[in-house]
């Protein structure tokens, strides 16, 4: 079984940043690609990023490029989101995703493709 726990939401004001983590609890961290996806009120699930198992492919949603960075730290289990220049519509719940792989390269854009989800963390931008 695999459980991913989120932390580090909050409140931030405009032009500001923050980072998000999921600690992944597993027994083997490594085989997984991971992604990030946020859902703000009323509206459905947003791809976000994701990262390849060995951190060297990513991939980012267009609203997000330039500003958000994707990390993983398969030592520590955990895979990192790094907001910065935050805008009042990136306020949503953040959640993390994995998926089972057999690629070190594979990454993963679909919500449909993840095998195991986070709880959701909550990051608030104030204008």
């Known amino acids: 079984q695999v459980q991913l726990v989120e932390s580090g939401g909050g409140l931030v004001q405009a032009g500001g940043s923050l980072r998000v983590s999921c600690e992944v609890s597993?027994?083997?961290?490594?085989?997984?690609?991971m992604g990030w996806f946020r859902q703000a009120p009323g509206k459905g699930r947003e791809f976000i990023a994701t990262i390849s198992w060995n951190g060297r492919s990513t991939s980012y949603g267009d609203s997000v490029k330039g500003r958000f960075t994707i990390s993983r730290d398969n030592v520590k289990k955990t895979v990192y989101l790094q907001m910065n220049s935050l805008k009042p519509e990136d306020t949503a719940i953040y959640y993390c995703?994995?998926?089972?792989?057999?690629?070190?390269?594979?990454?993963?854009?679909?919500?449909?493709?993840?095998?195991?989800w986070g709880q959701g963390t909550q990051v608030t931008v104030s204008s």
């Open positions: 995703a994995s998926k089972v792989t057999g690629s070190v390269f594979s990454i993963f854009l679909k919500e449909g493709d993840y095998d195991y």
């Open positions: 597993a027994r083997t961290f490594s085989t997984y690609a």
